[in-house]
């Protein structure tokens, strides 16, 4: 069965500093990985995806993701944070379950706190 | 071309009685799931939706919930003779097959 873990549940940085948030998965089949972010009170918004292309993968406001199939790993890093970065952030994963059918998957998700 | 449309976006209803959540998803996508977001949880899976069938449902509560995706018009989920724990932020994502899904901005349910 497929799942997604985010090992941890609250991050804090200092503003300016890097930023590693953690995910792992299981998936049966080749899947699909995503990162979602959400601002308090808001929708989701997508950063960035894996889909079989580039393991490492870039995305918005200076986000980027490596996919490491032998780790099983997805995690996503900043070189440098903002204020504005402060948010939950949800790894998801995408996969066909035994129906054949395409199911996302999201892990608990981190809370990113940036201190100033 | 709009996003995922979500209506209501804040939805109070008193305890027995009915809420409708509607969602438009984006044009040509015919994938629909809904999550539901408890307070200080990440998403839960509820439903995944093709055109006029329910492919998955395993995360929808056994009673008092149902969602369709009819032919024309949006994707409903309805939730009957609510309670107090049902009170949280229904979130609508369309796709199309196996690329990323795009979200509504959730609608959010209480119940008083």
């Known amino acids: 069965a497929q799942s997604v873990t985010q090992l941890d549940s609250h991050v804090s940085v200092s503003e300016g500093t890097p930023v590693l948030l953690r995910c792992n998965y299981s998936s049966s089949y080749s899947p699909s990985l995503f990162w979602y972010v959400q601002h308090p009170n808001k929708g989701l918004q997508l950063l960035l995806k894996?889909?079989?292309?580039?393991?490492l993968v870039k995305g918005i406001n200076g986000f980027e993701a490596e996919f490491k199939k032998s780790e099983t790993s997805f995690h996503l890093t900043k070189p440098s944070a903002h204020m504005s970065d402060a948010a939950e952030y949800f790894c998801?994963?995408?996969?066909?379950?035994?129906?054949?059918?395409?199911?996302?998957?999201f892990g608990t998700g981190t809370r990113l706190k940036v201190l100033a | 071309n709009a996003g995922v449309m979500q209506n209501p976006r804040h939805l109070v209803r008193r305890r027995g009685q009915e809420a409708r959540l509607r969602c438009s998803p984006m044009?040509?996508?015919?994938?629909v799931y809904w999550y539901r977001q408890l307070p200080e949880e990440g998403l839960k899976f509820m439903v995944y939706?093709?055109?006029?069938?329910?492919?998955?449902e395993s995360g929808m509560p056994k009673e008092r919930f149902s969602a369709e995706f009819p032919k024309e018009g949006p994707s409903i989920l309805r939730i009957q003779q609510v309670v107090r724990g049902d009170s949280a932020a229904y979130f609508c994502?369309?796709?199309?097959?196996?690329?990323?899904?795009?979200f509504g901005q959730g609608t959010r349910l209480t119940v008083v």
């Open positions: 994502a369309s796709s199309l097959q196996n690329t990323e899904a795009f």
């Open positions: 894996y889909t079989s292309a580039a393991t």
């Open positions: 044009k040509g996508h015919s994938h």
């Open positions: 998801v994963v995408s996969d066909r379950g035994t129906s054949g059918t395409y199911k996302y998957i």
């Open positions: 939706l093709q055109k006029e069938n329910i492919i998955d």
